[in-house]
């Protein structure tokens, strides 16, 4: 429970940065939705919508539990946990931030927890192509020294974490690289390729920026020119999306479009909702209260089911952040548990928020962000810019930001499917041309913008950029899978760059594969100008410096040339001696010895002698390994290669490159094949789910905790009907409708809006119309009764109610309901309430915030919860005492509260404030002391003695009786009134002596008065 509160920095930037901000480097990019799949000859970043998996999901084994992982806050956090299949692997994705120091030394943290806690294996990594050798970074016998230097590497944007916990790790835990050598390679020489043209790009933006700046301030009113000075700071990561949304939403209700905190927004933007949601609920999370009520849940639930070993096992992860379930189910469990032992969560209210707050960021589906911030963007933009001339500069401001990201190589996916879809219009010649002639119309100077036809030529070289980056996802969805399999391993670890999350995951989904998602924390301050850096540098070492074939990079042929050359020629070799294995494909291995044959070709030989030995090739196990020296005057190479069996993976690994200026030669280390287990993993592909339906969503798992938090989607039609009608419903109308389908019923509109109406606080339904007192289904009597009750008039009176809070919520929400309904039929009348904890009762009840409870009706409205100043009452007997206390010594209290609400009243005596009093009596001997004590006082107050609802059992003729007598109270100080009530309403109430009135309890009262509240709720409804 330590991890619920989430700072600003986890929900915005990181979230942000990973989801839109983030570069597609060849090891560093931003989420995306495409499946790597549907790479072929283009770009193509569409992929299908995957459903959640449902909270009935199978439990996978603990050790493959996604939701059993948790990571210590100082490191990171979980952004996004999927369960897969009962079989399923699990595989924990860290997002890289590259040359990012605190990201990297925290991933090294995240890596070691992984590994101490949850006994991982097995760390696969993005820029690596074969089994990783840690050797290479520690050349001193000292460890110190060695750590000394791993630390330095790692400021400086060399190596990775993951490169740094190979080195400080003494677990057994295999590194291997995801990389195909010559895709990579590709990638990175278009990267530097495409970094080179920055210098040309830079004239034409600097003047394409200045005709914005001088045209948008002719053109656009002031409001419009801030909105797109927003946009702009956001496609460039100076505000985040929070921020963003905030502002986006502050204007779209300013002006009466539409606010992302209704909740029938749902339906058109499920994600936004929820994220501004989260951002409403983080503001209400209490940690010193959630840790109170959690302890007193606890010990609520061992007094009421001591012996109970679920309840033992479910309460003992409520401190856990890991809880082995989605938040969703936890809480329907812990829910249906507190069901059985009778325990009401609406006296929790710390707790349900943070259940709330649990469930939303669970369920956030940031792939889907980005496309529903777009389509609200779009939105409002359609609905502030109207003229021809504003959409165009809009639309130009738009694509001169995609422009500008996508030749610096920083577009996330999403950005790349926006760029597809204006492929036509996203060039420097277009652009310049469409703002030429706005320059020209509003009297601006246009200046020549650089040779953009040149610049219209690189375009292709960008596209061919994003291509490779995709297709390097696919090869990298069949290298994790392979090597879990060939290693027989069930799961693993995979760090990648952001850009590659929504790519693998997509496919993970599809293939039904748990998985988490996991942020390290970063430092915000620093961009990615040293990863840029390194990048750039001819002589740098990319990727991590023990990562295989091409873990060296630079200018020098004694380096460069003699190890390139070896380690395709023993791959070649290899392959050959391969070909005797009919278990492998034939055509799989020629292929790759026509692919190292190539590039054999073309890579010069090595300048002075060199000498190569291919070791007689040794079938072990499943792999066929094969050795080979390089030895040049200044150079050493030892270079080791293997094939496997079973998969036809190859890979080539520098077991030690030695420069014998520096270093005096050694007998190359012996090579331990790792211990073999054929083992490997089956995985099942399911269809997509279909979208969720009516039938589906009527289930008490909708209602966690009391509180209405629907599903992520997709949905069918007949459930979009229910989330409209769902909006604005209050945790008690939540609450309700859970009890209602619990008892078998199902999700209506209807249900949802007698449910709004049940719980909201109703105003006054007024003089009916006789078409109004027709559709009430109501005898005449009845009639008579009804408009005897909700009348308006206007006279002082004053009233006591005591709620019983803890064991009658439903009674007391539906007393409180009345009592306001009353206060607003007579503006002279005021009340006092009695109650554990009333006023957050109130509140939390009705979904108010405390400063309503100033305004009217309700500042007529004293809440008493306190046994004395600051010491709060325990249980209903206490209130009743409290009540008694103040009635008849306390007095002065109550009528000094009167004068003060009601200033008419002013001047009154006491005498003649306990004349138009209305006492309403709980059931009971406490009950009984209560009515004495105030007869004591004054036999002239007003009583109605409440029924003991012990023996109803139906939930809504409970909440008819509590909502019945408080109405029937608040109009005994009424002659009329009370005549009418006497003489039309003696089935349900009768008047025992001079101010005793007294609820019955006969089959014929309570039909009466179910009746009576039925017809309220239907006008209620109705208004």
Request: proline fraction near 5%.
């Amino acid at each position: 429970m330590n991890q619920f509160c989430r700072n600003r920095v986890v929900i915005s930037f990181v979230l942000a940065f990973f989801v839109f901000g983030g570069n597609v480097y060849p090891q560093q990019s931003s989420p995306v939705s495409e499946s790597p799949s549907s790479v072929t000859h283009g770009v193509s970043p569409s992929s299908p919508q995957v459903a959640k998996v449902t909270p009935t999901a199978a439990l996978l084994r603990p050790e493959l539990n996604p939701y059993n992982v948790a990571i210590p806050e100082e490191f990171g956090s979980v952004e996004e946990v999927f369960q897969g299949t009962e079989n399923s692997p699990l595989i924990v994705h860290i997002q890289n931030v590259h040359a990012n120091y605190e990201a990297q030394v925290n991933i090294k943290g995240i890596l070691n927890h992984l590994v101490e806690k949850y006994q991982f294996s097995l760390v696969q990594l993005e820029g690596a192509v074969s089994k990783l050798d840690p050797a290479i970074l520690q050349p001193s016998y000292l460890k110190e020294a060695n750590l000394k230097l791993v630390d330095f590497l790692m400021r400086e944007g060399r190596i990775t974490g993951a490169d740094a916990f190979a080195v400080e790790t003494d677990k057994p835990v295999e590194l291997h690289g995801i990389e195909d050598y010559t895709l990579y390679k590709e990638n990175l020489r278009m990267f530097k390729t495409i970094y080179k043209r920055q210098k040309d790009l830079k004239p034409y933006l600097n003047e394409i920026h200045r005709l914005i700046l001088n045209i948008a301030p002719k053109l656009f009113a002031p409001e419009l020119l801030d909105f797109t000075r927003k946009t702009e700071e956001f496609s460039t990561d100076k505000i985040d999306i929070l921020d963003y949304l905030v502002y986006m939403n502050q204007l779209s209700e300013r002006h009466g479009f539409g606010s992302l905190n209704d909740l029938k927004q749902m339906v058109e933007y499920p994600n936004l909702v929820r994220l501004m949601r989260l951002r409403a609920i983080e503001e209400k999370l209490n940690k010193s209260g959630l840790k109170k009520e959690t302890e007193a849940l606890k010990v609520e639930f061992q007094k009421r089911m001591p012996n109970s070993q679920k309840a033992e096992n479910l309460l003992a992860r409520l401190d856990e952040s890991a809880k082995g379930v989605s938040p969703r189910s936890y809480f329907v469990e812990l829910t249906e548990l507190a069901d059985e032992a009778n325990i009401d969560f609406i006296g929790y209210p710390a707790f349900r928020v943070f259940a709330e707050f649990l469930i939303h960021q669970d369920e956030i589906d940031h792939r889907a962000l980005f496309s529903e911030l777009k389509k609200f963007e779009q939105f409002i933009q359609g609905k502030l810019f109207t003229s021809g001339d504003e959409k165009t500069l809009l639309a130009m401001i738009d694509f001169v930001s995609l422009l500008e990201q996508y030749f610096r190589l920083e577009m996330s996916r999403e950005k790349i499917a926006l760029y597809l879809k204006n492929k036509d219009q996203i060039k420097p010649s277009w652009i310049s041309e469409r703002l030429g002639e706005l320059a020209e119309k509003y009297g601006v100077v246009a200046r020549p913008a650089g040779d953009v036809e040149q610049l219209d030529s690189y375009m292709a070289e960008v596209e061919y950029f994003y291509q490779l980056v995709l297709k390097r996802d696919r090869v990298f969805t069949e290298k994790i899978i392979s090597k879990m399999r060939s290693l027989g391993e069930e799961k693993t670890i995979l760090v990648t760059g952001g850009f590659h999350k929504d790519g693998l995951i997509d496919y993970f989904r599809k293939e039904n594969i748990s998985y988490v998602v996991v942020n390290p924390k970063v430092d915000i301050k620093q961009g990615n100008e040293n990863y840029v850096k390194v990048m750039l540098e001819e002589d740098a070492v990319v990727g991590s410096v023990f990562a295989g074939t091409f873990a060296l990079e630079g200018q020098r042929p004694d380096l460069l040339v003699p190890f390139r050359w070896s380690t395709e020629v023993i791959g070649v070799g290899l392959a050959a001696t391969m070909l005797e294995l009919k278990a492998i494909d034939k055509n799989f291995l020629r292929d790759q010895q026509n692919r190292y044959l190539q590039i054999a070709e073309n890579q010069p030989p090595p300048n002075g002698p060199i000498s190569l030995r291919l070791v007689s090739p040794k079938e072990i196990g499943l792999r066929r390994q094969a050795r080979t020296e390089i030895r040049t005057p200044s150079l050493d190479v030892f270079v080791r290669a293997e094939i496997r069996k079973d998969t036809g993976e190859f890979s080539v690994v520098a077991e030690r490159v030695q420069e014998k200026t520096k270093i005096q030669a050694e007998p190359a280390k012996p090579f331990k094949l790792p211990k073999l287990n054929p083992t490997t993993l089956s995985t099942i592909s399911r269809p997509l789910q279909s979208p969720l339906t009516a039938s589906e969503i009527s289930s008490p798992r909708i209602f966690p905790a009391d509180t209405v938090v629907l599903p992520n989607g997709p949905y069918d039609n007949e459930v979009t009907k229910l989330i409209s009608e769902l909006g604005g419903v209050t945790p008690a109308g939540a609450k309700q409708l859970r009890e209602r389908v619990i008892a078998g019923g199902r999700l209506t509109p209807a249900e949802i809006r007698t449910a709004k109406a049940v719980t909201g606080l109703g105003r006054p339904v007024g003089e009916l119309s006789q078409a109004q007192i027709k559709g009430l289904a109501l005898g005449e009597k009845e009639r008579g009764l009804f408009n005897a009750l909700v009348k308006p008039f206007d006279q002082e009176f004053f009233i006591a109610l005591v709620l019983d809070t803890e064991s009658q919520p439903e009674v007391s929400r539906a007393k409180l309901r009345s009592l306001v309904t009353a206060v607003q039929l007579n503006g002279k009348l005021a009340a006092t309430v009695f109650g554990v904890d009333v006023r957050h009762f109130m509140m939390d009840s009705f979904g108010l915030p405390e400063e309503r409870l100033a305004d009217e009706p309700f500042k007529r409205i004293l809440f008493l919860d306190e046994a004395r100043r600051g010491v709060p009452m325990t249980n209903f007997d206490q209130a009743i005492g409290i009540a008694e206390t103040f009635f008849t010594v306390r007095y002065g209290a109550l009528l000094n509260f009167f004068v003060k609400a009601v200033p008419s009243a002013k001047g009154m005596s006491m005498d003649q404030f306990r004349k138009n009093f209305a006492f309403s009596i709980p059931a009971g001997k406490a009950g009984e002391r209560l009515s004495l004590a105030v007869a004591d006082i004054s036999s002239e107050t007003h009583q109605i003695f409440e029924l003991d609802l012990e023996s109803v059992r139906d939930l809504e003729v409970r909440e008819a009786i509590g909502f019945f007598i408080t109405l029937v109270a608040s109009k005994l100080g009424v002659v009329e009134a009370a005549a009418l009530i006497r003489e039309l309403g003696d089935e349900a109430v009768k008047q025992t002596g001079p101010y005793r009135w007294r609820v019955l309890g006969t089959s014929g009262a309570l039909k009466l008065i179910s009746h009576l509240y039925q017809a309220y709720l239907k006008i209620a409804v109705a208004a």
